[in-house]
């Protein structure tokens, strides 16, 4: 595909249950950025890979929420032993590279509902 | 906040008016950004400027960029109904290693036909 996908497009899950996010990015590129859409937050960034490796994680809201990269492609977002305020948009963008500037090409998301 | 204020939060205009909306923020940037979203779903990018750039034009778009006043403002001229959106401008923030973006909160245009 030509641009980045992101799956499932919509989870609902109940409290506690363990969630995984991906996203696959467009290919080649290096950069790979998670995103959280919640209402009255605007966006908010998460994680950032550069490659494998995510050298700035300080998005991450909680330990309950974890990230990986694989191949310098596939990245899994974690959140585990939900709860109702993870409630959100989930968005993935991708990048050529982390340098700027950048034209960060973003996914359509996972809107995740907790209960 | 970091995350600096967009105003109006939200404008409604009719078909063929022009629609600007506003970006402040208070930290030094590399460049800023707008983006497009429809629907709460993915994000558009529409355009960038350069922190050493005063102004920018993509096709209806026109972008400029005050450093002295950290603001920058988008206007859409000629607006269509298909320019219903919110509108975010982000922010490249911090030193040359990498890109993250900080967004704002976003203006939601109406355009009523």
């Known amino acids: 595909g030509a641009g980045v996908s992101q799956s499932p497009s919509n989870k609902v899950t109940e409290k506690g249950k363990d969630v995984e996010l991906r996203c696959d990015p467009i290919?080649?590129?290096?950069?790979l950025y998670w995103y959280r859409q919640s209402l009255g937050q605007g966006l908010e960034f998460l994680i950032y890979f550069q490659g494998n490796s995510a050298p700035d994680k300080s998005g991450l809201p909680s330990d309950r929420f974890s990230a990986e990269r694989t191949g310098g492609s596939v990245s899994t977002l974690t959140i585990q032993r939900t709860q109702q305020e993870d409630s959100a948009v989930y968005l993935c963008?991708?990048?050529?590279?982390?340098?700027?500037?950048?034209?960060?090409?973003f996914g359509p998301g996972t809107r995740l509902t907790v209960l | 906040s970091q995350q600096g204020e967009e105003d109006p939060q939200a404008l409604s205009i009719q078909e063929g008016e022009n629609a600007t909306m506003n970006c402040s923020y208070k930290t030094s940037i590399n460049n800023l950004q707008w983006y497009r979203q429809n629907s709460g779903r993915g994000l558009v990018h529409l355009i960038l400027i350069r922190s050493n750039e005063r102004e920018k034009h993509s096709g209806r778009l026109r972008v400029t960029l005050d450093t002295s006043k950290k603001s920058s403002s988008l206007l859409i001229t000629a607006s269509r109904a298909a320019d219903t959106a919110s509108y975010f401008c982000?922010?490249?923030?911090?030193?040359?290693?990498?890109?993250?973006?900080?967004f704002g909160q976003g203006t939601i245009l109406t355009v009523h036909p």
């Open positions: 982000a922010r490249r923030t911090g030193g040359t290693s990498y890109g993250k973006l900080t």
């Open positions: 290919s080649g590129h290096t950069a």
């Open positions: 963008a991708s990048s050529l590279a982390g340098l700027a500037p950048n034209e960060q090409f």
